[in-house]
């Protein structure tokens, strides 16, 4: 079968198990827009900021080096010092945009996707050195649109980078009769205006390429029905998988069962198997079962019962026939209501007595 005829049955969204899988391995929407529009907004903010500063910065230091060139030693010494100086100036200078950018970038990629390790796409992959493989990267649907994005976004930023240009088309002749410090808060004022213009374009070009690259993610992770299946199968039909679950639900049901049987007006024992914990309150429409089970957890029951003052009455018959007709929080059957309706009297009696 055809690598074209597999994708056209794999027809089913992708389940959140196969996204999740898919991400540890490496394989995630990445759009490389994103990053670039990050670093280059980060690199404008940069120039907002701190430019005007860092060219004062540098224009002091060079006409400071500049009146004072005839006290400049000519011994490789000093000059290795000068040289020295100089690099870190402009390091100084160019460390605020380059590392505003730096950040933007990595907080990009965060964003998009969670931080994963993976060594998977290390690995060697002997069917990328087939050549038709490579063929279809190069003239394939993915290749052709990123050719044409690219070719679209160099044609709109040429388009705005020559119209800012040509509406300052008076001043940049100017420049080269005007002092170089005069020059400065100008030149700025250009490349900023040439950077927002190129943002706002990249803004349209990056929100749309990120629209495509999870389309297109989520459209390689679809799935064939019989790999639904195969998945549901996996998940649901695991025995090790049930029984954790069936395990942890038991676990949930004696906890809220031991919390309930304070609350119960009167334990119904048979004196070693079974116990059946019974709520009654005026205005009730039946009793209800709060807590029940058998051997240890009947014990437990009992135990529970005995240290918040709860009522036990031994009556195995009536114990055995509620412990295998009623469910946790359910009204007591219609049969039962007579011998209960016995026992609760008996324990309301009780408790009017000792009261």
Known sequence: ???????????????????????????????????????????????VIAGPSVADGLMREMRGFLMNAHAVPDDAHAMSGIAGR?????????????????????????????????????????????????????????????????????SVVGVVVATVLWNDRDRLEVFARLDPAACLPAILAISLKLLAGVLCIHLAITLGDALYQRHSWRKRLRMSKEEMKQEMKESDGNPEVKGRMKQLR??????????????????????????????????MAAPICVAKGVDALALRIRAVAAEHGVPVLENPPLARALHATVEIDEEIPADHYRAVAEVIGFVMRLRRRAA
């Open 250 to 283: 038991m676990q949930r049901v004696k906890k809220r069962m031991m919390a309930a049987v304070p609350t119960a007006t009167v334990i119904v024992t048979n004196p070693t198997h079974y116990a059946v914990a019974l709520r009654y309150e005026a205005g």
């Open 1 to 47: 079968m055809s690598e074209g005829t597999e994708q056209e049955d794999k027809t089913e969204e992708p389940t959140q198990r196969r996204l999740d899988q898919a991400i540890e391995r490496g394989e995630v929407a990445n759009s490389t827009e994103i990053n670039t529009f990050a670093i280059l907004g980060a690199f404008t903010l940069a120039l």
């Open 86 to 154: 100089s690099l870190w100036i402009w390091a100084s200078a160019v460390a605020v945009p380059v590392g505003m950018a730096a950040a933007a970038g990595l907080a990009a990629g965060l964003l998009q996707h969670p931080l994963v390790f993976t060594t998977e796409t290390l690995g060697p992959k002997f069917e990328r050195l087939s050549p038709m493989a490579g063929v279809k990267r190069i003239f394939g649907m993915e290749a052709l649109f990123q050719f044409g994005k690219g070719l679209a976004k160099m």
